[in-house]
């Protein structure tokens, strides 16, 4: 099994940045891809980001595409959602999940484990 726990969601105003984290545990060498997703009120949860635990691969929604970064920390078994210039429509619960797959992917239904999520409300 893995466990993921995100930390870093909160209340912040239009244009401003958080990073959020995900402190990822247990079996985490099954695991090939890290991704974050989000969930806003009456929606369905879809991908933010994704990046390989090895090499320098990513993927972005291109609604968030040059304003969020995704990177990881594979000593500390950690990945970081930098998200800057903050809409309020970012306004969403940010799950992250962690994927045993090959390959990069926004399909949800391609990463096995999952956080309990981290509110972030972007205020305008």
């Known amino acids: 099994q893995v466990q993921l726990v995100e930390s870093g969601g909160g209340l912040v105003q239009a244009g401003g940045s958080l990073r959020l984290s995900c402190a990822a545990s247990g079996r985490t060498f099954s695991t090939n891809v890290m991704g974050w997703f989000r969930q806003a009120p009456g929606k369905d949860r879809e991908f933010v980001a994704a990046?390989?635990?090895?090499?320098?691969?990513?993927l972005y929604a291109d609604s968030v595409k040059g304003r969020f970064t995704i990177s990881r920390d594979n000593a500390k078994n950690i990945v970081y959602l930098q998200m800057n210039s903050l809409k309020p429509e970012d306004t969403a619960v940010y799950y992250c999940a962690a994927s045993m797959g090959v390959g990069l992917t926004r399909w949800i239904n391609g990463y096995e484990y999952w956080g309990q999520g981290t509110q972030v409300t972007v205020s305008s």
């Open positions: 990046i390989k635990w090895s090499g320098s691969s990513t």
